[in-house]
């Protein structure tokens, strides 16, 4: 086989997620397992849950189904309520709380027959200007949706743009827009994600949505998360599976990008963008070889990549080389490929095996 696997520590993932409950104690929380549990196997992840979650957070019906075939009376969250009216029915079957982000997902819904009332999260774009309704625009639905036959709890939630970057202003703007709207008689509230979660206890309410923490990675750029008490879930590892000499003057890789300045020993490496791994990642990203830091050299390509091993004379054919996980943060390989922790982890393909560790 291949030597390219991605290990998932599935009980990092349940520190994660008891870590975010320890930051607010009381309050219930989403974990959010949209897009395959961010790549790391939306089964594995809710059956590693699934004694501990309050509730799940998926992006779609076909996500919510899955999660529930899995867990038969989790409250789960669909975070941008259904794309159609004829979705509503099948959200009714499957019990879900039903996220209401703008006048025509409230007209639907009212217009609907269903076999149950839904639990409705009215979205307030309080600032993100993404999703959502205006306040005042919440303040004139909110007396038909809590009349409505089809809502059982009618309750408000909002997403922060900016709580990744501690100070923003706008963090403040969307937090007072929420909180002007606490003269409504909402069920229940929820309006942090991961880094509010982590750093703004006025903005915990009665549910917490953690999500990119769950699986290790940190929100923040200038806090690592080993320095929030995150373990990493995702381990890709693959091994050398050539070694040569370069001479100086001499290039390695698709357009001659990285040319050797001295003799070099240069590595190739079982893992490329048609992995996950980002094409667009420049020579000096980060990589371990044998537990040794090296750094990438030459384009990736679609099923290698190269690194230098220059200053590794003993590493050899067969040595493993970790491309991110416990020992190399997949934020810091995500800084060097000027991207973030989340689009490296989700865009982990189908075709890398998955190794679970459940203890």
Not at 83 to 112: R, T, Y
Request: hydrophobic share 50%; aromatic share 6%; proline share 5%.
């Amino acid at each position: 086989m291949r030597p390219l696997v991605a290990t998932i520590d599935l009980a990092a993932i349940v520190h994660n997620y008891r870590l975010a409950k320890r930051c607010a104690p009381g309050r219930q929380a989403f974990a959010v397992v949209k897009a395959n549990a961010y790549g790391h196997g939306v089964r594995e992840v809710v059956s590693a849950l699934h004694d501990e979650a309050d509730g799940f957070a998926v992006a779609s019906l076909e996500e919510a189904a899955e999660v529930r075939a899995m867990h038969g009376e989790a409250r789960i969250l669909l975070l941008e309520g259904c794309f159609a009216a004829a979705e509503l029915p099948m959200a009714a079957h499957l019990g879900l709380d039903l996220v209401i982000q703008g006048a025509e997902q409230a007209e639907a819904l009212l217009a609907a027959e269903l076999p149950r009332a839904l639990n409705v999260w009215l979205k307030l774009d309080s600032g993100m200007h993404r999703l959502g309704l205006s306040a005042d625009e919440v303040r004139r639905q909110f007396p038909c949706l809590r009349a409505a036959a089809q809502v059982a709890e009618l309750n408000l939630m909002s997403h922060f743009a900016c709580a990744d970057e501690r100070g923003h202003s706008l963090t403040e703007v969307q937090l007072e827009s929420f909180l002007d709207l606490l003269d409504l008689d909402f069920d229940q509230r929820s309006l942090a994600n991961s880094a509010a979660l982590l750093m703004i206890p006025a903005a915990h309410m009665d549910w917490l949505r953690p999500g990119i923490m769950l699986y290790g990675a940190s929100p923040f750029a200038d806090l690592s998360a080993a320095e929030l008490g995150l373990r990493p879930a995702m381990s890709l590892s693959g091994e050398l599976i050539a070694v040569r000499e370069v001479a100086p003057g001499e290039s390695v890789g698709y357009g001659a990008s990285w040319v050797a300045e001295r003799p070099s020993r240069i590595g190739t490496v079982s893992c490329g963008y048609a992995d996950g791994y980002p094409r667009h990642a420049p020579n000096g990203t980060p990589v371990l070889v044998a537990g040794q830091r090296a750094a990438l050299a030459g384009r990736v390509s679609m099923d290698m990549l190269t690194v230098d091993l220059s200053d590794l004379p003993e590493t050899a054919v067969g040595d493993a080389v970790e491309l991110w996980g416990a020992n190399l943060p997949v934020d810091e390989v995500a800084r060097a490929a000027g991207t973030i922790g989340y689009e490296l982890l989700t865009k982990v393909t189908a075709r890398v095996p998955r190794r679970y560790l459940s203890g």
